[in-house]
């Protein structure tokens, strides 16, 4: 009996010992395939569903602790660390980003006991106020959901709910260094197109007259312009970005071609005439 208490202790603490090692390997593989599959399904990014999957599989929304969040909180900071000008990474994880926070939003629910939180979680605000029902038009999202595994909402404690604020700030800020990206690759190319006509001011005739000769430098400027768009908008096609996201994008980096068309001609005296703008 005096030697049972020991080796049932020491039984037990190997039983823990084990779970842990094998908690940890999940973890790591889950971390690994969320880092390293690219594959889609039905438009839904198999990683994110999957990762998303696992940690309500694992009740690791309910969990007072855990490192699982860190964990993927790391691996997806040091990836954008490395690719900040990698527009397709940030296209991929934009939309990894976006997928693992709609479907948090729509299967994880604040605490009950906290009211005034729970108010505040439902009504998000700043650049992405996701509402759930934006995506509920994506059935792709819920198609392969079983009914058993994610249709009750689950209550999510603290680690899960600043997994939530790391999530939404890592979709502004992929999507701010993707419309950075485009800008400076515009940037240059904005400056050609105002400086083109630039000496060739003169009666609208001689301006027509001289369109044909300089059409084809003047047109490969804005040609290269339209190719840096079409090339965005495959790239977020290809990763399968939400429309609101892609006209969110595409609205700002217009924004900023108009501005700075517009603040160009201003102080150029000699480009705001008829003939130029015309031209």
């Given at each position: 009996?005096?030697?049972?208490?020991?080796?049932?202790?020491?039984?037990?603490?190997?039983?823990?010992?084990?779970?842990?090692?094998?908690?940890?390997?999940?973890?790591?593989?889950?971390?690994?395939?969320?880092?390293?599959?690219?594959?889609?399904?039905?438009?839904?990014?198999?990683?994110?569903?999957?990762?998303?999957?696992?940690?309500?599989?694992?009740?690791?929304?309910?969990?007072?602790?855990?490192?699982?969040?860190?964990?993927?909180?790391?691996?997806?900071?040091?990836?954008?660390?490395?690719?900040?000008?990698?527009?397709e990474v940030l296209a991929q994880w934009l939309t990894?980003?976006?997928?693992l926070l709609a479907l948090f939003r729509k299967h994880v629910k604040p605490p009950s006991e906290s009211g005034i939180h729970a108010r505040r979680t439902k009504a998000p605000s700043g650049l992405f106020?996701?509402?759930?029902?934006?995506?509920?038009?994506?059935?792709?999202?819920?198609?392969?959901?079983?009914?058993?595994?994610?249709?009750?909402?689950?209550?999510?404690?603290?680690?899960?709910?600043?997994?939530?604020?790391q999530l939404d700030a890592f979709v502004q800020k992929i999507f701010s260094l993707l419309r950075d990206n485009v800008k400076k690759d515009i940037a240059p190319t904005l400056n050609h197109c105002i400086h083109a006509p630039r000496g060739r001011a003169g009666s609208?005739?001689?301006?027509?007259g001289s369109a044909r000769g300089s059409g084809p430098v003047l047109s490969t400027h804005w040609t290269t312009?339209?190719?840096?768009?079409?090339?965005?908008?495959?790239l977020m096609e290809g990763t399968h970005m939400p429309k609101f996201l892609v006209r969110k994008l595409f609205k700002q980096v217009f924004a900023f071609i108009n501005v700075q068309l517009f603040n160009q001609l201003l102080l150029r005296r000699e480009c705001c005439s008829f003939s130029n703008g015309e031209y």
């Open positions: 009996g005096a030697l049972h208490d020991p080796q049932a202790r020491e039984a037990e603490q190997r039983k823990h010992k084990l779970l842990a090692e094998k908690q940890i390997a999940q973890q790591n593989k889950l971390v690994e395939l969320l880092t390293k599959n690219k594959d889609f399904h039905n438009g839904t990014p198999v990683a994110a569903y999957t990762t998303f999957k696992c940690l309500l599989q694992w009740n690791a929304f309910q969990a007072e602790r855990t490192t699982i969040f860190d964990k993927i909180i790391q691996a997806i900071g040091g990836i954008l660390e490395e690719n900040q000008e990698n527009n990894n980003s976006v997928t106020a996701f509402r759930s029902s934006m995506f509920s038009r994506s059935p792709q999202v819920d198609a392969s959901v079983s009914p058993g595994t994610m249709h009750k909402q689950v209550e999510a404690k603290y680690p899960a709910l600043l997994f939530k604020q609208s005739a001689s301006t027509q312009i339209i190719h840096i768009m079409q090339t965005l908008l495959q």
